[in-house]
């Protein structure tokens, strides 16, 4: 199964970043979200990202790239849909009940989801066997994993075609089961949860935490500029999906973390998290 049309809904950061490097491999993208001139938008982001692709030495022609995107005003029948929208179980269920109504039976429909459970998306559509997770990382034109979630309903074939899918992009697709947060967020959000408590206690300022996570672990960004990178947001979602779904209070959400999403310091996104931003 090859899909040549792919619907992306959500234009931000990630949903942008999927329909470029979809777009990057030759298929026709349609780009949808319900926020007014926000797919346009991503269009623009997307063309910034492609020429600084092609300055540093890719092989690609931004305008051949960008050709074959469209901003849509609404959900389009595709071959396969890639959902990129806010994290909140309620939000995404919407977009699977449309898009199971609207794409072509053989369709297959696919959540950008880095904790809401898969079997909760299929449950809303009369085809939970064509639904699956596809977790792209950020930034998705750079980074290789996409990590692979089968749903109890999920075929064979879904998988197997999605699989092969993300390898055509140039992805490393990595198998998962469907528990909440998957493997990379079940990971990854309890040790940001508590790089965020260090600081919320004074063990250290933001800066020597994060100096000593990318120095004494090798790892390229420190955990509260990744937080600020993903969205505070969003992780406070990601651990409340955590914490209902496995049952362990290890997972709520640091205040300090809570606090800078109340007063809406959400990172990049908005200008201010952890660090500030211009």
């Known amino acids: 199964m090859r899909f040549e049309h792919v619907l992306v809904v959500g234009a931000g950061q ?7 490097v979809a777009a990057s491999s030759g298929r026709r993208v349609s780009l949808y979200d319900s926020a007014p001139g926000a797919a346009a938008r991503g269009v623009e982001t997307m063309r910034k990202s492609l020429e600084r692709l ?3 030495g890719a092989e690609l022609d931004p305008e051949d790239v960008l050709g074959r995107v ?21 939000v995404k269920e919407d977009v699977f ?22 079997a909760s ?22 980074m290789s994993p996409v990590e692979v979630v089968s ?44 790089a965020v408590w260090a600081l919320h206690q004074g063990v250290a300022e933001a800066e020597a935490i994060d100096t000593i996570a990318k120095l004494g ?11 600020d990178l993903i969205g505070l947001d969003t992780c406070v979602a990601i651990l409340e999906v955590l914490r209902d779904g496995l049952g362990h209070e290890r997972y709520e959400p640091c205040p300090l973390l809570r606090e800078h999403v109340a007063a809406g310091r959400l990172g990049r996104k908005s200008g201010q998290g952890f660090y500030p931003y211009s």
């Open 14 to 20: 990630m949903g942008g970043g999927i329909a470029q």
């Open 217 to 227: 672990f090798n790892h390229p960004m420190g955990p509260l500029a990744l937080a």
């Open 151 to 194: 749903g109890p309903d999920t075929s064979e074939e879904t998988r197997a075609a999605v699989v092969e899918f993300a390898m055509e992009l140039g992805k490393t697709p990595a198998e998962a089961n469907d528990f909440p947060g998957f493997v990379s967020n079940r990971i990854l959000m309890p040790f940001i949860n508590e």
């Open 121 to 142: 998306l299929a449950a809303v559509t009369s085809r939970p066997e064509k639904v699956i997770g596809m977790h792209f990382f950020n930034p998705v034109p750079v």
């Open 54 to 56: 092609a300055a540093k």
């Open 97 to 118: 009940r449309r898009a199971d109504a609207l794409l072509p039976a053989e369709a297959i429909l696919a959540s950008n989801t880095s904790s809401i459970p898969i």
């Open 70 to 90: 469209s901003a849509v005003e609404d959900l389009v029948p595709a071959d396969l849909m890639i959902e990129a929208v806010v994290e909140d179980a309620r």
